[in-house]
């Protein structure tokens, strides 16, 4: 079992899914370009980014779902991945419990059914409709049918939609749990550009590119921050401060620190700054 407080010796990492210059080129143009990340077994990888800035293309790309156009995914041999997409394409006006939920797409034994209903916290809303449950107890529905695959990797797409701030707070320490009991990865996507699940080991700020890159700062060393958020929260939620080196033009373009103006931002076209290969932790990337 893993806890938040073991960190992960960098020889002993077992990479799930790495992505090395991996681009995306849909309906003419570049969805996401030069997107760089591993995932390793038991770390928390956050993407963050403005709406259609590319995390949902990029997390699909990790797991399999979109093939890349430039650049490389490799993934674990035989890797298993739960993933919870924003969206589910389910037939609302029919009825659906909880427990057929689970076996819409695979079937599983009841117990295993039951053992996962238990870990998320939901095992009385078994045989409840899905249509009538809150924004939370659906999102901890789809996280018992992820984790019912067992999986090496977990992909949550904004797990915390639809879900208030208390219920936010109660469903990243599940997702933490989660971690923590199986060691599985988990590749989270965040609708906030600033406050993220503070387990989280790195941080990847999206916009077409990686705008950049680094781990969260806890919320408990700041009192600004433990008043805002409350004693609780302060132990769950991160603040994550952008180290960006230049800024995205209306129109698409990238304007750099030295004023210089290019179509698209590449690692290696000069105007980058160190901090853009390396996370804050100093490793290489
Ligand atoms: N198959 C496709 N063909 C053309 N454009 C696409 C395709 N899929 C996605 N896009 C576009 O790619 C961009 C990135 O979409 P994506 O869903 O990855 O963004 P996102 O960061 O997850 O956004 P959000 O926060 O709104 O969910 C969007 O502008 C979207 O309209």
């Not at 996401?32 to 949902?56: C, H, M, Q, Y």
């Not at 008043?227 to 609780?232: D, E, I, P």
Request: aromatic residues 4%.
């Amino acid at each position: 079992m893993l806890k938040k407080s073991d960190p992960i010796e960098p020889a002993r990492r077992e990479i799930l899914v790495s992505l090395k210059g991996t681009g995306v080129h849909r309906g003419g143009r570049w969805l996401v370009r030069n997107v760089e990340f591993d995932i390793a077994r038991g770390e928390i990888v956050t993407l963050i980014g403005p709406n259609g800035s590319g995390k949902s293309t990029t997390a699909r790309t990790a797991i399999g779902v979109l093939k890349p156009d430039e650049g490389s995914v490799t993934r674990m041999p035989g890797l298993t991945v739960g993933y919870v997409p924003q969206k589910l394409a389910i037939d609302w006006t029919l009825p659906l419990t909880v427990e057929r939920l689970m076996t819409l797409t695979a079937s599983h034994p009841a117990a295993e059914i039951g053992e996962a209903l238990d870990s998320v916290g939901i095992a009385h809303l078994a045989r409840a409709e899905v249509q009538a449950l809150s924004g939370g107890e659906f999102q901890r529905a789809l996280l018992a049918r992820a984790i019912l695959r067992k999986p090496d990797l977990l992909v949550l797409d904004e797990p915390v939609q639809g879900v208030d701030f208390s219920g936010e707070v109660a469903l990243y320490e599940l997702i933490g749990a989660i971690r923590d009991r199986t060691g599985c990865g988990i590749l989270l996507i965040s609708h906030d550009l600033h406050v993220v699940m503070a387990s989280t080991d790195t941080v990847i700020c999206l916009n077409g590119h990686v705008c950049c890159r680094g781990t969260p700062q806890t919320v408990v060393a700041s009192p600004e921050y433990q008043k805002l958020f409350g004693a609780r929260a302060a132990g769950t939620l991160a603040i994550y401060r952008h180290h960006h080196d230049h800024t995205h033009l209306p129109d698409g373009r990238v304007q750099h620190e030295d004023g210089s103006v290019t179509q698209h931002c590449h690692p290696d076209d000069g105007h980058h700054q160190d901090h853009d290969h390396h996370d804050e932790a100093g490793h290489a990337r």
